[in-house]
């Protein structure tokens, strides 16, 4: 049941928060005509002489902390309730109307000179705004509509002149000077108004008992307390609570005022509503004692905030900040140390306290960190060193130092040293390691076998070595083989120097030309040269690690003598294997050169659809021959049976081959039967004529015997049927007599 409870509390609450958000500008105006109208009734119009007219005040207030676009709106309910008020009060119709006009002329003309732009809110503990609502509020105003009433109570009311105008004036200035601030301060501390209550309510009710008690009796001056007690309530409660005070001092004190009660009723009155005059100025001093405490306070505070704010910098840099903070004077005492120099060096404070920097620095490092010190004594503003600094476990950090003299603020005379060191390790590393990489990159341009040229993105040499002069035959400059820092020369009048070395210049500069319009792209190609020359080019762009273009790298090596030494080997090579597929005897293709190209003609033909022949030729009885001649004879005979195949055959194409021994062969790419058996009859007659003597053959000469094998090869069919095709037709034409030619196809014998 409690959890049921709880839940439908909760829920109620949020529902009344937003119909308060959605509602609240109409609650604000409510709230506008609710106060404004009870101002009006409570202090009376009739008595309005003799008090403080608050109700300017409360809507002024409204008008100041409210957007300037619902000013008509504020002005207008503004209006109705005063109507309304002093129509309770006083029955005139006509007069409540322009006494109601009036009091909102009043109250737009100093809102408008005091909210001339909608972002500027009331501050009186601003002085300049503090003195802008003096001059508009509380005397322009109430002197523009005080004039304004004296003219209308001469001629409606018939009183006289200036002391309408005396007491319309003091009593609208007083009203703005007390009530305006007061409400300001409540309406914009509502949010925190309650944060001091419970622990100092009785400061509060203090003041309200010497208030009650100060305007109730005129035996015991108690009344004096009521500074005090305010200044109290202002710096224990704060500005809303004081003005509250002030409000219900100014209501309790006008009744009883008027009631002939309090100090202010018994003392001797000049003219009617005297009293009441003097204490609404008692009430307007305490006012402005109030605000000008707080313009002080609040100068204080701002003072205060000021310096913890530069307090919580200076703790947020010192102790965040990887930079060593050390203030210290002349003779080495340290008065600052920040938290980084443990952090970096291990050193805490209590260990650090029993050394002198200079102690901790490398002895090597010594003398020069000593000269500045000197120097900053000596007059200098500051100065700069890099020292090896020990950590607290023996090893040393590299340190830059950043010295600066402190001085004086009252004297200016120098009173110490502002050092700021960071570690510079990583940096004295990088320049450890460019220095060894500018030294690799140095001896790599001494010792390389190629002319390096390195060119940067805006196209000017910054590198170029002794090897690449002497490739190209163009002058270097002077300095030492090197990446350098500074120009050596343009590309383009380098670019000139060598163009016209080359065999096609135009096709050498498209090419250069297409790589730097391409930085991501490599080159590897060779130049020739007018004088014979052959030069291998690599190139290839440079870029950082972030991948910037840094520029282009050229190398260039003079290949010539490797470029001949290879044609010898290439000639060699050729030699070698022409020599493999040569019968030496003969000078004919032998058998290897026979296989391998017999089965390239075969897949040829099978290819292309058409015929191949092949011929196998024999030297008729070359046994008896070789018995009667001899074996040099014999090999005389069968190269001049070669010759005379060769002699035969009339294209290119086709190949002649010895086969083994005292054979031959005869390769007819794309030939028929007809052709090959032309071919055959040729080389028969060739022998012939020839008329080698050869006792052991019938016909007292040498002859040879042809077999002629003519096919179109078929898919898996092997070029060996055609060798067993030919093979078959030379034992024809053997059976049948020698010294003729045989096809396979069973054509007639020659």
């Known amino acids: 049941m409690l959890s049921t409870l709880d839940s439908t509390v909760s829920a109620s609450r949020r529902t009344w928060a937003r119909l308060t958000r959605r509602f609240a500008f109409a609650i604000r105006l409510g709230a506008c005509f609710v106060l404004v109208a009870l101002a009006a009734v409570v202090v009376g119009f009739k008595a309005q002489y003799t008090l403080i007219w608050i109700a300017n005040g409360l809507l002024l207030a409204y008008l100041l902390l409210a957007p ?8 207008l309910t503004g209006f109705a309730a005063q109507l309304l008020g002093c129509q309770l009060v006083y029955r005139s119709f006509a007069i409540n109307l322009c006494m109601a006009t009036l009091n909102i002329g009043a109250v737009y003309l100093s809102a408008y000179f005091l909210r001339q732009r909608s972002t500027l809110l009331p501050q009186f503990t601003d002085p300049a705004y503090l003195l802008r609502f003096l001059v508009f509020a509380v005397l322009a105003a109430p002197l523009a509509s005080g004039a304004v009433f004296a003219l209308f109570a001469r001629s409606w009311i018939h009183t006289a002149p200036l002391h309408s105008f005396q007491l319309w004036t003091i009593c609208g200035s007083l009203g703005a000077a007390i009530a305006t601030p007061a409400f300001v301060a409540i309406f914009k501390s509502r949010s925190g108004i309650t944060v001091n209550w419970r622990k ?83 009430l307007a001093a305490g006012m402005f004692m109030a605000y000008s405490v707080s313009v002080v306070i609040e100068s204080q505070k701002k003072a205060e905030q000021r310096l913890q704010e530069i307090v919580a910098l200076h703790s947020l840099v010192t102790e965040n900040s990887r930079d060593v903070i050390i203030i210290a004077d002349f003779t080495g005492h340290r008065k600052f140390v920040s938290p980084a120099m443990e952090t970096i060096t291990g050193w805490n404070p209590k260990d650090l306290a029993r050394y002198r920097t200079i102690e901790l620095v490398h002895p090597a490092d010594r003398p020069k960190a000593a000269a500045v010190v000197q120097s900053i004594r000596s007059g200098a503003e500051g100065g700069m060193v890099e020292v090896r600094f020990r950590k607290s476990n023996g090893e040393y950090v590299w340190a830059e130092a950043s010295l600066r003299v402190v001085r004086d603020k009252a004297t200016g005379s120098p009173s110490g040293i502002l050092n700021v060191a960071r570690d510079i390790s990583e940096r004295k590393q990088s320049e450890q390691s460019r220095e060894f990489h500018n030294s690799l990159v140095r001896a790599i341009h001494e010792v390389s076998l190629a002319g390096i040229l390195v060119v940067n993105e805006d196209g000017n040499v910054v590198s170029i070595n002794k090897r690449f002069a002497e490739v190209w035959g163009v002058a270097t400059p002077e300095m030492p083989i090197s990446v350098h820092d500074r120009v050596v020369a343009s590309d383009e009048q380098l670019l000139a120097d ?15 030309q297409e790589l730097y319009a391409n930085p991501d792209e490599n080159d590897h190609c060779e130049i020739e040269l007018n004088d014979g020359r052959i030069l291998e080019r690599y190139s290839t762009g440079l870029r950082s690690d972030a991948g910037q273009y840094l520029g282009r790298v050229w190398f260039f090596t003079d290949i010539t003598g490797r470029k001949q030494a290879e044609q010898k080997l290439q000639n060699a090579y050729q030699m070698v294997e022409a020599l493999s597929a040569m019968d030496p005897m003969t000078g004919l293709a032998n058998r290897r050169r026979f296989d391998d190209y017999l089965a390239l003609e075969w897949r040829r033909a099978m290819r292309e659809n058409k015929p191949i022949s092949l011929l196998l030729v024999d030297v008729d009885h070359f046994k008896s021959y070789n018995d009667t001649y001899g074996h040099l ?40 039967s007809e052709g090959a ?9 060739g022998v012939r004529k020839c008329n080698l003597p050869h006792e052991g053959n019938g016909i007292g000469s040498v002859t040879v015997s042809v077999g002629c094998g003519t096919m179109t090869p078929r898919p898996g069919q092997a070029a060996t049927a055609l060798i067993d095709l ?25």
């Open 498 to 512: 060598c163009i016209h070395q080359t065999k096609d210049p135009e096709a050498f500069l498209k090419r250069v």
């Open 68 to 75: 300037r676009w619902r000013w008509p709106a504020y002005l």
């Open 200 to 282: 100092n309510w009785y400061y509060l009710a203090l003041l309200f008992a010497v208030v009650t008690a100060g305007f109730a009796q005129t035996r015991a001056p108690i009344l004096f307390m009521f500074y005090p007690l305010l200044l109290l309530v202002l710096m224990r409660m704060g500005l809303a609570w004081a003005a509250a005070s002030t409000l219900y001092a100014a209501g309790i004190g006008t009744r009883m005022t008027l009631a002939g009660l309090g100090p202010f009723a018994v003392i001797n009155n000049a003219f009617p509503g005297e009293a009441g005059i003097r204490m609404q100025a008692f």
């Open 677 to 685: 058996f032309r071919v055959a009859k040729e080389i028969c007659e």
């Open 726 to 750: 030919a093979d078959h037709a030379l034992y024809s034409a053997k059976r049948a007599g020698r010294d003729q030619a045989s096809c396979g196809n069973g054509n007639a014998n020659l």
């Open 633 to 672: 004879c014999g090999d005389a005979c069968l190269k001049r049976v070669a010759e005379t195949a060769l002699e035969s055959v009339k294209r290119a194409g086709d190949l002649v081959s010895r086969f083994g021994g005292d054979e031959f062969t005869v390769i007819l790419a794309d030939t028929g």
